[in-house]
């Protein structure tokens, strides 16, 4: 089901499609912690980096949520926010 939200906060097709590969997962039989890791692992080869993405709402509350369902991908003390797939 896609709410109004998909349509209001994504600010180009980039982030609508890193939203919809996360949906895609579930449709998979994947769980949160797996939808979540699939795309934040990838999300590089959307052309969704933080570079360009890393001050919209949904870059901020997704890589806020992932870090809440796959807390192992932000253990890296190197990197910014501790994020291993930097």
Do not use: M
């Amino acid at each position: 089901t896609l709410y109004p939200d998909f349509f209001t906060y994504p600010i180009d097709e980039t982030e609508r499609a890193a939203i919809l590969l996360h949906e895609s997962r579930h449709l998979r039989g994947l769980d949160e912690h797996d939808a979540y890791k699939f795309v934040w692992e990838h999300r590089k080869q959307l052309g969704w980096t933080k570079e360009k993405y890393g001050n919209s709402v949904v870059w901020r509350n997704i890589r806020k949520q992932t870090k809440d369902n796959v807390p192992e991908l932000f253990v890296c003390n190197d990197n910014e926010y501790g994020d291993c797939t930097e």
